[in-house]
Structure formats: C-alpha cells, structure tokens
C-alpha cells in the first residue's frame, strides 16, 4: 500500500529529525533567522494535547523582543528543519492584541492555513522541495494589531498510539495592519482544548495498515474567514504586488512607536546599505541577523541532517546514529541518553538496528514497524 510505505520509510529519519520554526520572510524580507520567533528550549515535539505548550510550545509564553510589521494579504513564507515526518502544517493567528509580546498564546486561535496531503506527498515532503519552506497570504479582512502567528507541523508516524503523535509547533509576533474589525475573523478554536488525544485527525490506529491520507485534515476545524470591510475586494487575486513596498512602508510606520517593534522596511534599507538591493532575500543571507547562532548544530533547512527523508530501507542502518550500550558516546539527537537509557522518541530497536535498546524513565520501546522501534 503506498500510503504504508510512505510512512514505513519516514520511519528512517525520525530518529534525528526533529524539528523546529526558526525564520519567516514577510513579501520575502526577512528580519533575519530566529527574529520574532519564540524558540522552544529543544526540538522535541508536544504529546500532552491538554497542555499549555501547545499553544506555543515548550517556554511560548514569554514573548521575545521582537515583533514584525505585515499588513493584511501580505504572502508569509516560513521556514522548518528538514523533516521526514509524515504530516501537516497549519497556521493560526491569535489575536488582535495591544501586545504580541506580552501574549501567552493560551486561548482563542482561528486558523488562516493548512497543507495536508497532495498529489500523493505531505506537508513535510512539498515543503522539502521547497528548502523547508511553506508560503501562504495574510488573510484579508484582519483587524489591525498585534497578533501571534502558530506554525504546527503535526507528524503522524507515532499516530498509531493514543498520544503518539508529535505536535512540532513555533509561535512569531506580528504587528499586522488590516481593514477588519474585532471580531471578524472565525471560527475561532481554543488551544490547548480544540484538539483531543483520540480525536480522528490525531490519533489513527491504521495508520501503518490501510489508512488512505488522501482526505485527511490536519486538527483545529476549517480554515477562518474574515468578514470585515476586507471582504469586499477579491480575496483571491494576487494582492503581493500591491503591497510589497507600499504597506511594509505604511506598516512599519504605524509600528514606529512601538520601540520593540522591528521594522522590516527599515531592515531593508539598512542592509541594502551593505548589500546589493535587488535581492532582499540575498541581501538579507549576508547581513548580521544571518549568523545568529546558539540553536543546536542545524541550518535551518536544507542539509542539517545526513538522513534522507525517503531513503530506500538499505539506506536505513547507516543513518541511524545508535548509542553503544554503555553510553558514553556524545550525544546525538533522540538516540542517546545517560548510562545506556534512550531519549523518548529515540530509536530502540529494529530488524538491522544495533544500539542501545532500553528507554529513560517514563517511555517505553514500542514497535512501530520491522524496522523501527521508539521509545515513546
Ligand atoms: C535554503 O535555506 C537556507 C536557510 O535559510 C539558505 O541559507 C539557503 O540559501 C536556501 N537554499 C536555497 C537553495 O534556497
Ligand atoms: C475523498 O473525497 C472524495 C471527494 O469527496 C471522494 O470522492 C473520495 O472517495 C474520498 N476518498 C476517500 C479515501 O475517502
Ligand atoms: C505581480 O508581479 C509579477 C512579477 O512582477 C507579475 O508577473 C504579475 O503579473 C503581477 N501581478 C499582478 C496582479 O499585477
Ligand atoms: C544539500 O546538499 C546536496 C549535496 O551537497 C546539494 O546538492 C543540495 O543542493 C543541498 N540542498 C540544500 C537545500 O542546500
Ligand atoms: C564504552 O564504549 C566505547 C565504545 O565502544 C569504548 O570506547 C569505551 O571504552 C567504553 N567505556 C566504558 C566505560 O566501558
Ligand atoms: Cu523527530
């Protein structure tokens, strides 16, 4: 069945492919890699559905100093890790409030997009032949202010198990100008609440044994619609022409007083100060805010894993990084842990797997397929 193969093979790369949110491009200006975004302390992902945490993850309720000025129909591109994880993305917007920093995220969310599974391929593989990357449009009709921006990437391949999927989620702040007013925007859902462990969408018994993905939605209802006085122009032609230099401009001008505020257009022109001007995404790879560092050993995107995510099962035994059993190896993403013990959703065990085989306290070694064992 393709739909088991597919999963089956994701399989491979889940040990060290966990992932993270680090960067997001307004009309494709950046304010740079991690600017605006609240950055879990790990890239594990959220289990617990009734948790705070999956509003914005692990510490997503304290606000970073930085929020984004966008307007209404702007194009957002964000950017992931790598991921072979089976799955979605969705986004959500939470708000308008008088301050995106001060915003814990726990509370009302309405959806603005969501990429399931097409033409036979996931979220997570379209976005990897896209360097990681998803683009969607600012809905119009927003009521100006401050918003949180939510990118989940739900991954399916623990689904099997109540509790076993994984909720990879990153939180942005946004100072958005828009023509609607409060209240335009629904249905709205509440996070954590909306989503249930065993709801269908979350947990999937078959899904190694004949689930189709071709209908499946990812959690959180439909997308929102925005009924405010944006409504009355097209929703669906292109407005990026429209906006690109003229509402960065007139966005950036009404975040001006607020000093936490970053200013995209007035980014752009302190880097086109050191770089070519013609292309802003260029420009901006070159600047300061690109080396921004602290966040694990991962470019964002691209090639910050050596595991393929749909490697062929032969490919399987090299890409493994297993712990020797006496675990004194450093450590590798989700493969290892003190004295032998693997890391929750770590690899334990499988046909051509070697290292070490015990889970750390409060997970245990559970077969996902011939070839895989997690502790979960
Ligand atoms: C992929 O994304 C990374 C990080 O943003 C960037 O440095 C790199 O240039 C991108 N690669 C391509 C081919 O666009
Ligand atoms: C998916 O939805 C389409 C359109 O409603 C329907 O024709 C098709 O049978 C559905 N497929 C599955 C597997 O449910
Ligand atoms: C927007 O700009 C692009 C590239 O400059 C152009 O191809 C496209 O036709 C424009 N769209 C509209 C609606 O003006
Ligand atoms: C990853 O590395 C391979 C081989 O070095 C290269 O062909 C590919 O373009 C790189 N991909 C990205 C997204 O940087
Ligand atoms: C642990 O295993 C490594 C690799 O096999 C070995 O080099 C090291 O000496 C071992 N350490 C102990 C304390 O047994
Ligand atoms: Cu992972």
Redesign the pocket.
């Given at each position: 069945m393709f739909s088991k193969t597919l999963l089956a093979s994701s399989l491979i790369a889940a040990v060290s492919a966990h992932q993270n949110f680090h960067q997001f491009w307004v009309n494709d200006v950046t304010p740079g890699y991690q600017v605006g975004v609240r950055m879990p302390p790990s890239n594990s992902p959220v289990t617990d559905v009734t948790s705070e945490d999956m509003a914005c993850n692990v510490d997503g309720q304290t606000g970073v100093a930085d929020t984004v000025a966008a307007a209404e129909g702007d194009t957002i591109k964000v950017q992931w890790d790598q991921s072979g994880h089976p799955g979605p993305i969705t986004h959500m917007l939470f708000g308008p409030v008088d301050s995106a920093k001060a915003a814990t995220g726990v509370g009302s969310w309405f959806k603005i997009d969501e990429l399931d599974y097409v033409d036979g391929k996931w979220a997570n593989e379209i976005m990897g032949a896209a360097?990681m990357t998803h683009e969607f449009k600012l809905p119009t009709g927003l009521p100006s202010g401050e918003y949180l921006l939510r990118s989940e990437m739900l991954a399916l391949h623990g689904a099997q198990t109540v509790g076993g999927a994984q909720f990879y989620i990153g939180c942005a702040q946004l100072k958005i100008t828009g023509t609607g007013s409060d209240g335009a925007c629904g249905p709205t859902i509440e996070l954590p609440g909306a989503y249930n462990a065993e709801d269908a969408d979350i947990y999937i018994p078959n899904v190694y044994n004949g689930f189709d993905p071709t209908n499946y939605t990812a959690p959180g209802g439909p997308v929102a619609s925005c009924d405010g006085s944006g409504s009355t122009t097209p929703v669906s032609s292109k407005p990026s022409n429209v906006t690109t230099p003229a509402t960065s401009a007139a966005a950036a001008s009404s975040v001006a007083p607020v000093s936490t505020s970053v200013s995209l257009a007035s980014n752009v022109a302190a880097i086109s100060s050191v770089a070519a001007p013609a292309s802003s995404a260029a420009a901006i790879s070159s600047a300061p805010v690109a080396s921004a560092t602290g966040y694990a050993t991962a470019a964002p995107?691209?090639?910050n894993t050596a595991i393929p995510s749909f490697a062929a099962p032969s490919g399987f035994k090299t890409s493994v990084i297993a712990a020797p059993t006496n675990g004194t190896s450093p450590s590798a993403p989700g493969s290892t842990g003190s004295a032998g013990s693997v890391k929750k959703y770590g690899q334990c065990g499988g046909k051509t797997y070697t290292g070490a085989t015990s889970c750390e306290s409060g997970s245990t070694c559970t077969a996902m397929n011939d070839f895989y064992s997690q502790c979960v």
């Amino acid at each position: 069945m393709f739909s088991k193969t597919l999963l089956a093979s994701s399989l491979i790369a889940a040990v060290s492919a966990h992932q993270n949110f680090h960067q997001f491009w307004v009309n494709d200006v950046t304010p740079g890699y991690q600017v605006g975004v609240r950055m879990p302390p790990s890239n594990s992902p959220v289990t617990d559905v009734t948790s705070e945490d999956m509003a914005c993850n692990v510490d997503g309720q304290t606000g970073v100093a930085d929020t984004v000025a966008a307007a209404e129909g702007d194009t957002i591109k964000v950017q992931w890790d790598q991921s072979g994880h089976p799955g979605p993305i969705t986004h959500m917007l939470f708000g308008p409030v008088d301050s995106a920093k001060a915003a814990t995220g726990v509370g009302s969310w309405f959806k603005i997009d969501e990429l399931d599974y097409v033409d036979g391929k996931w979220a997570n593989e379209i976005m990897g032949a896209a360097n990681m990357t998803h683009e969607f449009k600012l809905p119009t009709g927003l009521p100006s202010g401050e918003y949180l921006l939510r990118s989940e990437m739900l991954a399916l391949h623990g689904a099997q198990t109540v509790g076993g999927a994984q909720f990879y989620i990153g939180c942005a702040q946004l100072k958005i100008t828009g023509t609607g007013s409060d209240g335009a925007c629904g249905p709205t859902i509440e996070l954590p609440g909306a989503y249930n462990a065993e709801d269908a969408d979350i947990y999937i018994p078959n899904v190694y044994n004949g689930f189709d993905p071709t209908n499946y939605t990812a959690p959180g209802g439909p997308v929102a619609s925005c009924d405010g006085s944006g409504s009355t122009t097209p929703v669906s032609s292109k407005p990026s022409n429209v906006t690109t230099p003229a509402t960065s401009a007139a966005a950036a001008s009404s975040v001006a007083p607020v000093s936490t505020s970053v200013s995209l257009a007035s980014n752009v022109a302190a880097i086109s100060s050191v770089a070519a001007p013609a292309s802003s995404a260029a420009a901006i790879s070159s600047a300061p805010v690109a080396s921004a560092t602290g966040y694990a050993t991962a470019a964002p995107g691209g090639n910050n894993t050596a595991i393929p995510s749909f490697a062929a099962p032969s490919g399987f035994k090299t890409s493994v990084i297993a712990a020797p059993t006496n675990g004194t190896s450093p450590s590798a993403p989700g493969s290892t842990g003190s004295a032998g013990s693997v890391k929750k959703y770590g690899q334990c065990g499988g046909k051509t797997y070697t290292g070490a085989t015990s889970c750390e306290s409060g997970s245990t070694c559970t077969a996902m397929n011939d070839f895989y064992s997690q502790c979960v």
